[in-house]
Structure formats: C-alpha cells, structure tokens
C-alpha cells in the first residue's frame, strides 16, 4: 500500500467516487478461500481499492462468464539464459500472464559484476511486469574458475535494502554452504532472515540438514517426489520446475495430488525457459495447465503459480492475489481447464502494447566485454599420452561420459576428426590468454567449428571442431565482434548471432536472433552434429566443472568426480 | 539462524560432533508435511541443528511413545488483563505449552505511554519464552479521552527496527482507518509492509474493503463463520480468539471444518485470559483441544497454534516448526487426543523451574500513576431533571443498555439506591480534576461501593456505590495506595487489591492477589450485585466509550449509538 495517495483511495474503497476502472462481473479465483465467486473488482492508481458489485467505474470492463485469476508469478529464472534481452523476454511471458519475476542475474554477474546487475534491473524498471532480484551468491562458481567479475559480500552491501532486492540467489556452492567457509557465511549473513534460494539436487541426510540450518528457504533442483518431501519435511518450500530443459513439474504434482500433500509449500518456476518455447507452449501459465492435467484442482495449480509464490517472496502484501491494497495484476482466462490466457493487467493497464525497445547505449562497456588475447596456432596443440581422458557427449543429457582413449596423433599432437573433436575454452574477460584444450567424443562435427561466448558458469569463449584452422577462426570471430555464436566450415564463417551485451545478450530482435540461431544449428547438425546432440547448449555447459563427470576450463580438463584437473 | 556461531552448528548439523541434547525417538509434529514421523531432533546453543535418528547427542531426553510439537504462539494478547505482572502471566502459560507471545500493552501505553510499553519489553526480556510486541495504535482510544499519555507515530518511530517489535498493534480505531484520518494514516505509513493487527468486529462491505485497503492484515473479532469467511475473502488472516470472556473458538472451528478451509489463514489467540482460567482450563493448549472436539485434525490445530502465526508476524524462519534453523521451542504431549502437556521446553531448555520475580523497582515512576484531585463531595451530585438517561447493566454481558428514567432525588440531585446505582469515574492522570457522574440500573450494590483503577481503555478511576460518602471514601483509598480495587461498606474498608503498577498490575503474586480478589467479589455480591454481572469486569468496561448503548468517562455519560455525550 502506498500510503500517498490512500486517502483518496479510501475514498474510492468507501463508495463515496467511482474507481478509475472496474473489472466487472468476471469469476474471480479467490486465493485465500479457494472460492471462485462472480463479483467485480475496483481499481485506481493500479491499485485494487475494493471487491463487490457495489462499485462503479468510470471506466468498466465486462468479464462476464470469464475468470479472473491474479498474475502469475516465477519463482526462479535466469532472464540471460533466453540470449534476447530482459523486457524482450518480459513482452513474450507478460502475455502468457506472468506479471512477476524472481530473478536470479547470476550469468550478468558472471561476466560484469555490479554492472551486470544493474543492467538487468535498469533494463527491467520500465516494463509491465514486476522484476525482482535475487543476489547472485555464487561468482565465480567455484575459487578456481576464470570468470569476469568476483561478486562477494562487500559488493552486495550495496543492494541491501533495495526493494527490488529480494534475498539471495540460488546458492549453488552446497559445498562451501554445508561446509560453513567463511566467504558464504558472510553473504549468508548479510540476508539475515532473508528468502534464500536453494540449489541442491540430491542433497540429503546430514548435508540437507546443514544447508537448510544455513537459512537456505527453497529449492527448484527437486527430481523425483521422494526428495521433495525429504525438503519439505526440513521446511524448505519447494518450486516446481518447468523449463526448456528440466521438466520436473509431472512427477512432483502426481505426487502432490496422490498423497494430498498441503499445496502451501509449493510453487512453479521456469529456471531456463527459451524464447520459442515460451512462444509456443507458454510460460507459468503452461504449468498451471500441466499441472491441472495432472489431476490437481485448478484453484491449487494458481495458488502455487501466484500466492504461494508471493509469500516465498515476502511480497504477499502486494502481489499474489486479488484483494484490496494489491496491485491490480490480472490474467483473464477463458475458463479454468483450458487457461487459455486472454488478457493480462499490470497495474490495472492492458500489457498487450508493450514492445521491447533496446536501451542499452551503444557505447555501453557491457557490449566489450571480450577481453582475450588473439589465439596462437601452438595453443591448441593438445600432447597425446598413452592415453587421454576424452569427454564423452550424452544425447539429451547435460552429464557427461569420462573415457580413457589412445588419441589420434600426428607428432605426438592430437588431431581432430569426425570421430574425436578438439575443444578449446578461451578465457575471455582478463586477456590473461588461458586457453584450455581437449578431446570430445560423440559430437562428431566435420569440416569446421563452431562457438560459443555463453559458456556456464564463467561464460568464456569455447570452441569445437574438427581442425585448428577452423577453430581459431571462430575464435578471432567473436573476439572481433564482442561475443555471440558462430559457425565456420572449411575457412568461411557461414553463420553468426552476435551477443553484444555481456557476450551473452542480443538487442537485435528475437525474430532475427531466432533465424539466424536455426540455421546455424541446422547446418551444425548437416555438418555432423548427431539429432539429441544441441551444439550450443552442449557448448554452453561443457566449461561448467560441477557438472559430472569431465568438464573443461581455460585451466584445462576437468575430473569434477575427483574435483581436479587432468594432468596434461 | 544466528550465523554467529553457525560454523560450530553446522559442524554438529554435518554429524561431525555430538549435539548438545536430542530429543530421541518421540513422534514428531511436521507442520510443513501433515505428518507424524518417529525420529529424533539434534539441539545445539538452543537451535536446532538436525532432524534424524542418526545425531547424537551429550544429553538424550528420551521421548518414546511421546508426541513433540513446536512451541505453541499465541496471536494477540493483553498481558496487562490478568492484573499481575507479564512474566506472572508467561510463568502460567508457558507451562502450557506457549512458548511465544503477540503482545498488544494498549493498556500499558494508556497510563504510561512509551515507559508502560518499555515496562512489558523489559519484563518479558529474561522470561523462558518469546515476547513480541505489536504498537498500541489507539491511544488515547478515542480523540476525547481523558488517558494518560499520547502514543502517535512520532513516538512509535523509535521502536521501529526493533527485533522485538513485530507491527501496529490492535487498530481498534477503524473510523479514522477507513476515513484516513492523518493522525491514523502516520501510523499505518510507519509499518507499512509489517504486519497490522485488527480489531473489526461486524465490519463489511465498503468500510471491510477500505479497512484492508489501509494494511490490515489480520482480525481476531469474529464470532460467527459468516464474518470470518467475507473477511478470508479480502486476505486478512483470522486469529480465531478463545480467552475467559470472549469465546469464538467452536462456531469457526466448526465452520473451517465442514466447508473444508484451507487453515493456513487461521491461527489461534487469547486476546484476555484470567490466569485462574489459565490456571484451571489451559491456554493456547485448551484452544488446539477444543478444535479437536469441534472435529479438526490434530495436525492442523497444532498448525494454527504454530507455524500459521509464526507466518502472520513473519517469525516462520524462526518459529513455529520442528526443523533446523528453527529455536528449539517444544512441546511435549502425551497424546494427539487428549493433547496433555506434560514437558515444555524453550531454547531447548526445559521451563518448569521458571518462577517470576517482581523486577520493578520500588521508586519507579510507574508505582506512582496516580494522580488526581481529592474529590470535594459536591463533585459526585448529579442533578435530576424530568428524565435522565440510565445506563442499564444486562447480565452476562459488556453492552449495556441506555434507559430513560425519573430517578430517585432530594433537592433535586439523584440519590442513590438499590435499584439506581451511582457511577464516577475519576481522571486520575494529570490532576484536571473532572468528574462524570451518572446512574446505573441493574447493579443493586447496597450499603457501601466499589472502585477500580482498571477501566478500558483510559484505566481512570471508576466507582459505583449507593452512597456518596463510601464513594468517597473508595476514591480517597484508591489515591492514597496508587491504585487497584477496593470494597467499601458502611463507612469501612473492607477488602483492597493494590495494584501498584501503572495502576494496572500487582507484583504480589497471583496468590495473594486472587484470594483478596475472591473475598471482595463475594463480598460484593453478598452486598447486592446479581450473579452473572461480574462487578470488577463492569466497572473495567463501563468507561470504554465504543461499546454500546452508554459508557461514561470524565466528561460524563457517553451515547455510543450516537457518539456524543448527553448533556446535563
């Protein structure tokens, strides 16, 4: 409630003048009840003032035999995983109905600090959503990993207090978090009392007990039902993923609804979400759906997509329901099986005008942020042993294989071919010129390379192919252009998305970026690349040393079983 | 969590050492998951670190075949009602099993404004339980009250920030709520976004949605189904009120139940509870035993007399919970059914060795509250005319009636007798000397009178007798001894409780306190007063000016219907 203008408010609330606007006569989902009750909602200053027929509008809208729900809220979601920019992302969901977003910028911060953040909540504070931020907890990842910015406790003091700022971000490092180092129990300390959000796939047993006792209050990494109640069990609420990738909504609502589990603790999230997906199936609007689908009452299914959500957030006074003092965000539903979203409200105003605009100044530092040294041919000179450690590419799997291989060499080097390709992660962000090298088997790429500067967690330049002339030329590419994606056969550069912002982001439009990013995928998979096999989205996670079983850093390969790099 | 010795906890979360204490093998109470699970709880420094029969402990308190709770909450209480000292009061209740306390001092903050307010917060800081306080918003109650002190949002300001201070109290005042007044307005801008308490009995409609408008989250007045169900709708959370007079618990327990309501929006409090009904039929306990027998679950009235109200004062990272993080509040019951207390433990030390000891000194400005004229005799003639209004005691109740009478009078002033009683009420503040006089029907005191400090909300001193000069001579004991009750008949004092404390509370002990109290209430009955009118519960509710028909203060006798004083 913002106590400026609530006297006249109260007056609108009282009856004594019309309300700016009236959603007249529509079914609107109670949250709080569980109730859907025919009866009209009266809004001024995007502000709901008061609930009843009784009030007139100067202006009224009739939603008559439609449903009124409140906005949907994500839980959890990185906005620089869609490679469009925030507000772009924001005008796709806003019109699936999600109007609010817990947002954790932890690539922006990856690669640009402070300055990351800020981006995202400068690039955020004029779009008809609320975007809320959660401090990025974990950068770098891990202390030996090459990224572009240390974020630590001393540089969050500055957000603290910030009402966009919500709490910490998905506490990754389980490790240093259970383990008490000194560096996490600061930032842990510092959001005191704080929403924490949790990252911890599998953790259980004594380890669970010490993470949820660090104050860590929710996770998004639940697979299986089983670990769902282990968490909530400690008290952790538990958001429900439904990504491009991970898609964990299914097993976890089946659960929900079989044993009449208390729906209070629970909400959805997206985590990763593309663009395209977002266009074709929806945002948490499809998980409501889905989670209808799966035998849950539709009133449940928006209490997790809204209120429950909100009360995470600590934002239950303002958003999450449709009440007097809350914020009129609406999502207008033909009826409630098919939630079929027809209009969406921020603030009482209709969001279907809103397009994207870029903002970021051509000038902006956080469009060169490609600091690398030019690549020498030697550097990716790869020594074979007996034998190498060669990772393995997964079809549909982000883990990897770890196998033990006697190269092909020529010279005691190894030599790429469509059966083992050569990877190389180019540290990108201090010009320190690390460059580590490689084998991978089952991406099986001919006659080029193609490469990445979105590279989890570090976001270094990482490149793969089947020949060094290729590969380099990919290479002095994206460092010419300040980072994106690009695909070179035999000596030509066939296909680019540049990624101005960070490396990561691009303000071209998603229709462009999207065109573009399929053919050069096509042409990968034409090149060589198995179907179940995603060139990019292997290349952005392959420098990502938590994730079993071998990764590769501008240190080198990676045993993140052993937690230890490979001697060369 | 206090993350200052988190590193030595985590390190007994991780099971590297022993805890401090477990609690083994008792059936545990899940308020997140509904269940009921056999398993042990690790306590270390008063937190607890782990859930699992695999910690170990120094000390093991076995609890098999025993059922553990997290501390019970009471919502929304006044300690000063039970007229003995707060940690008296806690002493009771805590072996009740209520380990946590919403405390509202509106009484306190009446006669001493900021002192009475730091007087509960000092009391309550050593005591075996967890005191919070919520601002008085109402003092003085009403713009033309005769109190002691102003408490406004300049004053208030200081407190905000104060770990133990949770909110805006009770805002009883809902006129200037729903008119916005500024006064009112300041006060609700100050905790925006905290919780605020309620007091809305019978609201509805325009003034129920201008009333939430204004932030209120919560509402402990409702007495029938109906009302909790309109103000669920708006989002306001309903502390479902069981104390000695006001007795709402089973209409809205019964109501939850047969409609099946999500009870998350509902939690249980006392509000006022006489520590001899402490004493005899239990506290926040007898609430969970009563929605038992009124068909709730067990799980879920232990889940309103705990992580439900944690929720509401956003304490739920704290307590409220069996879980790691959480203060290790506990109590122990031997069964589900009957739901007897029989070990209660605060910081994971057990309670029952706590006695309260008077801690006020004896020269503290709060022993010396007051303040008032000697009262000349012509101050209590009330002059007769052709009718006068009469305020008519109806048993078993605190409204009254407003009766239109020719009383009983010599040279034209009313004189006192069996059947018209005479009423005062003496400002006994800041020495101005007024006086309100009136007649009462339905009290029938004869030969002598009885007087009180305690008198809601403005606590002056109130007498009702049938003769002047025991009135008199009531008033002039009350001065002399800085207030409590006293019993006069026939020219003599007969009994006396001091409450020497802000005139509000004694330090004696309850003991003490509730024989002399017996004695005089038989004693007042054997003079006259019907069963089922309550003398000293009259009297402490005949000045509160918002309860209907007439009330009278110092300015006299008040038509609440009204709201104006009736002249002459």
């Known amino acids: 409630m913002d106590f400026q203008n609530f006297s006249e408010l109260a007056r609108v609330a009282r009856g004594e003048v019309p309300a700016k606007v009236v959603f007249r006569g529509g079914n609107v989902v109670n949250v709080f009840t569980g109730e859907v009750l025919q009866t009209s909602v009266a809004v001024t200053d995007g502000t709901i003032v008061g609930i009843g027929d009784q009030y007139i509008g100067e202006t009224e809208i009739d939603l008559t035999g439609k449903y009124l729900c409140p906005g949907f809220i994500d839980g959890h979601l990185h906005l620089e995983s869609t490679i469009v920019t925030p507000a772009e992302l924001v005008e796709q969901a806003v019109k699936c109905g999600t109007t609010t977003y817990i947002v954790d910028p932890h690539e922006a911060a990856n690669v640009s600090g402070a300055d990351g953040i800020d981006y995202i909540l400068d690039e955020t504070e004029d779009v008809p959503a609320n975007v809320f931020v959660m401090m990025p907890s974990c950068v770098p990842s891990l202390p030996f990993e090459d990224n572009g910015c240390t974020f630590d406790a001393a540089e969050m003091k500055q957000y603290v207090g910030n009402p966009r700022i919500l709490g910490l971000g998905e506490v990754m490092d389980y490790v240093s978090t259970v383990g008490a180092v000194p560096m996490m129990v600061e930032k842990l300390a510092l959001f005191d009392g704080m929403p924490k959000d949790g990252h911890a796939p599998g953790l259980s047993g004594h380890a669970l007990n010490a993470y949820v006792l660090a104050g860590i209050t929710n996770d998004h990494e639940c697979s299986s039902f089983d670990e769902v109640m ?54 948490i609007d499809f998980c409501i759906r889905k989670a209808i689908a799966c035998g849950m009452k539709p009133v449940d299914a928006i209490r997790m997509a809204t209120i429950n959500t909100a009360k995470q957030y600590n934002l239950h006074h303002k958003l999450g329901a449709i009440a007097p003092g809350m914020q009129a965000d609406f999502v207008v539903v033909d009826d409630l099986e098919s939630v079929a979203v027809s209009r969406v409200f921020h603030k009482g105003m209709d969001v279907s005008g809103f397009h994207a605009q870029p903002k970021l100044p051509m000038d902006s530092p956080l469009r060169q942020t490609v600091h690398s040294l030019p690549v020498q041919p030697e550097q990716l000179h790869l020594p074979v042993g007996e034998s190498n450690a060669v990772i393995r590419v997964i079809p549909n799997e982000i883990v990897t294989g770890h196998d033990t291989v ?55 330049l990482s490149v793969i192919g089947d020949n060094d002339a290729d590969m380099l030329l990919a290479i002095e590419h994206l460092r010419k252009i300040g980072g994106g994606y690009t695909l070179v056969e035999h000596g030509k550069i066939i296909h680019t998305v540049p990624l101005p912002i960070m490396g990561l982001m691009s303000d071209a439009g998603f229709n462009v970026v999207q065109a573009e990013l399929s053919a050069m995928i096509a042409k990968a998979h034409k090149m060589g690349v198995p179907e179940g096999v995603s060139p990019l989205i292997l290349l952005s996670f392959l420098a990502l040393p938590v994730i079993p079983a071998l990764r590769i850093t501008p240190r080198g390969v990676f045993d993140v079983e052993q937690m230890q790099f490979i001697e060369g």
Do not use: W
């Open 230 to 283: 282990e968490k909530r069990r400690l008290g952790m609420h538990i958001h429900v993923r439904e990504g491009s990738a991970a898609r964990n909504l299914e097993p976890i609502v089946r659960g929900i609804v079989e044993t009449k589990q208390d729906i209070s603790g629970f909400s959805f999230c997206t985590d990763d979400k593309h663009i395209e997906d977002i266009h074709t199936e929806g945002h």
């Open 406 to 460: 006697k190269l092909p060499q020529k010279d005691g080097l190894f030599v790429a071919d469509t059966e083992f390709s050569k990877i190389a992660v180019v540290e990108r962000h201090h010009n320190t010129g690390k460059v580590g090298v490689g084998a991978v088997a089952g991406f099986h790429i001919h006659g080029g390379a193609i490469a990445s500067t979105v590279a989890h967690d570090s976001h270094n």
